[in-house]
């Protein structure tokens, strides 16, 4: 029983370390590469933060559990949007000044509504999954379109306050890049 409970925690900690390491690394990478601030902090840091609930998914549906993929899906966005929001406010009320939150606010709630239509008959198809891929697509473009016009929003100072907080070389972006999704994976 010991020997299981410490390979949790020590999981835990190898996670959250090598999440931390991925995302300034990327970050700092897309700073690099001239990315805004905005899509830095909705793009690269959003699927940074998404990549170990993605690896739990993909082994799921590979291994022949497909249940596990979509409850993980659903339940890590359930978590985020419940626990993680509900406790972070209840220790600082959180105000969001960002259009931003409100422009996307429709697209994670239409998102959700079709996930949940797609699934009613308990399957999600190729088709499905390819018109889900495309919309991600779209949101991406859309998103960087809007970026290089939105230059004074209240998430894209936050973002590039924390980006100036801790500059990195080109090659030290890289490297934590790597190494962090090497031990996230």
Same mark, same amino acid.
Do not use: C
């Given at each position: 029983m010991l020997l299981p409970l410490v390979a949790v925690v020590m999981g835990l900690? $190898? $996670?959250i370390w090598s999440a931390e390491k991925f995302i300034d690394g990327a970050a700092a990478t897309s700073r690099w590469l001239g990315l805004s601030p905005l899509l830095i902090g909705m793009l690269v840091i959003g699927f940074g933060t998404s990549a170990p609930e993605m690896m739990v998914s993909v082994l799921a549906a590979l291994q022949g559990n497909p249940g596990l993929a979509v409850g993980n899906a659903y339940g890590s966005n359930i978590a985020n949007?419940?626990?993680? %929001?509900?406790f972070v406010a209840l220790i600082a009320p959180l105000a969001v000044h960002s259009s931003v939150i409100r422009k996307e606010m429709p697209i $994670?709630?239409?998102? +959700? %509504?079709? +996930?949940?239509i797609m699934l !009613?008959?308990? !399957?999600v198809s190729r088709w499905e999954a390819a018109l889900l891929l495309v919309a991600l697509v779209i949101f991406i473009g859309v998103s960087i379109f809007r970026s290089k016009k939105q230059k004074d929003d209240a998430l894209v100072e936050e973002v590039a306050e924390t980006l100036d907080s801790?500059?990195?070389s080109r090659g030290k972006a890289i490297m934590w890049t790597l190494v962090g999704l090497v031990f996230l994976v």
């Amino acid at each position: 029983m010991l020997l299981p409970l410490v390979a949790v925690v020590m999981g835990l900690v $190898l $996670l959250i370390w090598s999440a931390e390491k991925f995302i300034d690394g990327a970050a700092a990478t897309s700073r690099w590469l001239g990315l805004s601030p905005l899509l830095i902090g909705m793009l690269v840091i959003g699927f940074g933060t998404s990549a170990p609930e993605m690896m739990v998914s993909v082994l799921a549906a590979l291994q022949g559990n497909p249940g596990l993929a979509v409850g993980n899906a659903y339940g890590s966005n359930i978590a985020n949007i419940g626990l993680v %929001l509900g406790f972070v406010a209840l220790i600082a009320p959180l105000a969001v000044h960002s259009s931003v939150i409100r422009k996307e606010m429709p697209i $994670l709630i239409l998102v +959700t %509504l079709i +996930t949940g239509i797609m699934l !009613w008959d308990g !399957w999600v198809s190729r088709w499905e999954a390819a018109l889900l891929l495309v919309a991600l697509v779209i949101f991406i473009g859309v998103s960087i379109f809007r970026s290089k016009k939105q230059k004074d929003d209240a998430l894209v100072e936050e973002v590039a306050e924390t980006l100036d907080s801790n500059p990195m070389s080109r090659g030290k972006a890289i490297m934590w890049t790597l190494v962090g999704l090497v031990f996230l994976v």
